[in-house]
């Protein structure tokens, strides 16, 4: 199988960059100067077990590539703001033999939220959900960091609403190559959901920088039990925690290397490059959503969507309001 990445930054490309050094074929899609940077000098990985660099194929989209492969898979791992455009890109593409890849090929969403599963499937016939455990980064073109250690990461995977059949057993077995976990789990958003419920963190990290002291803590707190009121009011099952760290145990370790210290999110990441977008309103948003549907109120997570989407539009640093601020905000809504 040959493995599309759309979205070579933080995810993509320690997913690209895996698969690659595990001896798959990988094209990477990019754009602006990440495409440019990919191009000129390869994909760079930074890992605990040393830097990587593969010179991959690239394109800045699916008008480059031509004609689909009928073993290709489409690895979705753009922001969840930026998935309506791509599967209207990438669906109508031909594919060998006849079709197009929304009717033949299969789509993986490799991506945070619950979201983009849904908008893929209005098109796409066969999607795959991938919970993504994941740290990296990707805050200078070209340049991947990914920290984790013995693992890259791990990637529960399954077919969208349920199930699992071959195609995800022979993705997830060519992901085991590659330094990287990928447990095929016909429950697969039962992950997602639990994933869900831990980057609520983003917008306030995003905002207010890396969680290191009780007060950002706290207000993580908070805008979790909301998440966990509002799924049950739902009807929504997650994995709960301790099932998580049963399964993750010590199979992702962060062990400081080549002298750098870890970022941010990938929220705190966006703020970081100054994209001018941010993911929140399918993050703390799908919360704010689903508790409205369900009339629970959201007062912590409704801030924390507002105050994350207004940083971006305005171009505002990563970490520049005070968390007190943010709290502040919160307790005025209650």
Not at 30 to 49: H, I, N
Request: charged share 20%.
């Amino acid at each position: 199988m040959r493995y599309i990445i759309i979205g070579a930054g933080a995810v993509g490309g320690a997913i690209g960059g895996r698969l690659a050094q595990g001896g798959h074929d990988v094209v990477l899609v990019a754009r602006g100067t990440q495409y440019e940077a990919l191009r000129e000098r390869g994909l760079v990985l930074q890992t605990p077990d040393g830097p990587h660099t593969h010179r991959l194929p690239v394109v800045d989209g699916p008008d480059a590539l031509g004609t689909l492969g009928a073993d290709d898979v489409l690895v979705l791992a753009v922001k969840t703001q930026d998935s309506s455009a791509a599967l209207a890109a990438w669906g109508v593409r031909p594919v060998e033999g006849g079709g197009t890849a929304a009717g033949r090929l299969p789509l993986v969403c490799a991506q945070n939220g619950v979201e983009s599963e849904r908008l893929a499937l209005r098109t796409f016939q066969r999607v795959y959900a991938m919970c993504v455990w994941l740290p990296a980064s990707f805050v200078e073109p070209g340049v991947v960091r990914a920290d984790g250690t013995p693992l890259t990461g791990i990637l529960h995977l399954g077919r969208y609403p349920e199930g699992a059949d071959d195609t995800a057993r022979a993705i997830a077995a060519d992901l085991e190559d590659s330094l990287l976990e990928a447990p095929v789990a016909a429950d697969v958003m039962r992950w997602k959901y639990a994933k869900l419920l831990a980057n609520l963190a983003n917008a306030i990290e995003a905002v207010s920088g890396v969680l290191t002291d009780e007060d950002g803590i706290a207000l993580f707190r908070r805008a979790r039990a909301e998440g966990e009121a509002v799924l049950a009011a739902a009807g929504i099952a997650y994995t709960p925690q301790e099932e998580e760290r049963k399964i993750r145990a010590d199979k992702i370790r962060f062990e400081p290397f080549d002298g750098a210290p870890r970022g941010g999110g990938s929220s705190w990441q966006s703020l970081n490059r100054g994209t001018g977008t941010i993911e929140a309103d399918y993050l703390n948003g799908e919360i704010a959503l689903l508790g409205r549907l369900h009339g629970v109120p959201t007062p912590v997570n409704d801030v924390l969507q507002e105050y994350a989407n207004e940083a971006a539009r305005q171009g505002r640093a990563a970490g520049e309001t005070p968390v007190a601020a943010l709290t502040a905000a919160v307790d005025a809504r209650q």
